[in-house]
């Protein structure tokens, strides 16, 4: 029997109306850039927010940053969803560009912006001590930075979540006066400051170095008249005798120029002027632990991104490499602070002469990091600043002399990817832990 040619059509018609046509899968959505969060000499270890659409992630990697977004990069792939991989095979003190692509049913996704990012140069010596450093600039002397009342109580919650045993604090100014006794109360003690910075140790941890200054005393020549109430310094000008005289193991004795120099400890400690009148404070600490002596060093440098600023940073930082190594000789260094530079910039000239100098920047030496997409200024916005390339670090945390790093963190609370609560300072505190050179000490 034959089907009348248009009831053929009706039906088809019909059809085509009643059962969908399925669309082609999409291709996955293009997923955040991939930040290392664990290192190692030979591999490291990355994470990225998840892409709508992905069934597995594929990771490219390459030593150029321009071929990390090439095919011909070297790829591994995740094993379904997760969006954590470990990239091993890799060489020591070696800095890698990563990116990450998903992969759906609609094939593949664009590529994510590159990250880049230096291998461990060599592994922790886990079995050492740690102590812990945060650097964080409080703005309580430049404009805009809003009232301190409002602010006083977030910043000293800032400093005692830290928890560091070594606290370094840029733009203090005279509001260290009030945070010196609540500090004090927590176990720290104040260091050598100047008119702008401080630092703080912890004194159970860590104690203060006394280094021998050489006196012009004569020893065989004791003062010999009577001595009234205003002899309260050890040093006094007689005004009996016209002569200076200084006390030395509860004896005072003649201090003039032609004396010979007697050493009388001294805090190993002081300020120096950077080039443009900035300063830079130092203190020499000895850990109860391993006994290690240490040079902490405090600095704040030029900001701006003019050429004009660089080149004072640049003169700042070669100054400080000079007194640094003068007073350091072959003390290990910890050297903190907010140095308006990172590798973000046209030219990082601070990282690439203190790199120069051996003073490595603990970001990129660190086996752990927490939260190293915020940049570590975040100039009181509650949406956070992210430079993907290089990550936006100026306020840093430089080692040298055999310490290793365990973790480096930028302290901020954050809900849905943006800042919460109170806003403290237009900084965010840079905090990391660090391996000591020495085992610890066997007990006594």
């Keep these: 029997m034959r089907t009348p040619r248009g009831l053929v059509l009706l039906v088809t018609l019909a059809l085509a109306l009643v059962v969908p046509v399925v669309p082609a899968s999409a291709a996955p959505a293009r997923p955040g850039a991939p930040y290392v969060v664990a290192s190692s000499p030979h591999s490291l270890t990355v994470t990225w927010p998840a892409a709508k659409g992905a069934k597995r992630y594929r990771v490219a990697y390459s030593r150029s940053h321009a071929r990390a977004s ?28 990563l990116t990450v692509r998903a992969i759906g049913r609609g094939g593949s996704g664009a590529r994510s912006s590159a990250h880049c990012h230096a291998t461990m140069p060599r592994a922790n010596k886990t079995s050492h001590p740690s102590i812990s450093v945060v ?41 260290r006066k009030e945070l010196r006794p609540r500090l004090e109360q927590l176990g720290y003690r104040q260091a050598h400051l100047s008119r702008r910075n401080v630092m703080y140790y912890r004194a159970a941890r860590l104690v203060q170095v006394k280094r021998d200054v ?10 010999a008249g009577a001595i009234d109430y205003t002899w309260i310094d050890d040093y006094h000008w007689d005004m009996v005798t016209d002569k200076p005289y200084r006390l030395y193991k509860g004896t005072w004795y003649y201090a003039g120029d032609e004396c010979p120099g007697v050493g009388i400890p001294a805090p190993f400690e002081s300020s120096f002027r950077l080039p443009h009148g900035r300063p830079a404070d130092w203190i020499g600490l000895r850990d109860r ?52 530079s990172d590798r973000t910039r046209s030219d990082d000239v601070v990282g690439r002469l203190l790199g120069k100098a051996g003073l490595g920047d603990a970001y990129q030496r660190s086996a752990t990091y927490t939260r190293p ?23 840093r945390i430089f080692v040298r002399g055999g310490f290793g790093v365990t973790g480096w963190e930028v302290m901020a609370d954050l809900r849905r990817g943006r800042y919460v609560g109170a806003r403290a300072s237009d900084h965010n505190p840079v905090r990391a832990r660090l391996f000591m050179p020495s085992p610890r000490r066997a007990s006594p």
């Excluded at 050489?214 to 003062?223: E, R, T, V």
């Design 373 to 395: 997409y915020l940049n570590s200024y975040n100039g009181y916005r509650r949406t956070p600043n992210r430079n993907t390339r290089w990550g936006g670090h100026i306020d």
């Design 70 to 97: 090439t095919s011909s990069a070297t790829t591994r792939s995740t094993s379904g969803r997760s969006t954590r991989l470990t990239v091993g095979g890799l060489r020591p003190g070696t800095t890698y560009c």
């Design 135 to 175: 650097t964080y600039n409080l703005c309580s002397t430049a404009q805009g930075c809003g009232r301190w009342s409002l602010r006083r109580e977030a910043i000293f919650a800032k400093i005692k979540q830290a928890d560091a045993d070594i606290v370094s604090l840029q733009e203090s100014g005279l509001k």
């Design 289 to 340: 632990l391993t006994g290690d002596e240490l040079l902490a060093v405090n600095v704040h440098l030029t900001p701006g991104r003019t050429a004009g600023a660089t080149r004072r940073r640049k003169s700042e930082t070669a100054a400080l490499v000079r007194h640094i190594d003068r007073t350091a000789k072959k003390m290990p260094v910890v050297l903190t602070g907010d140095f308006n």
């Design 214 to 223: 050489p006196i012009p005393i004569c020893l065989s020549k004791p003062y």
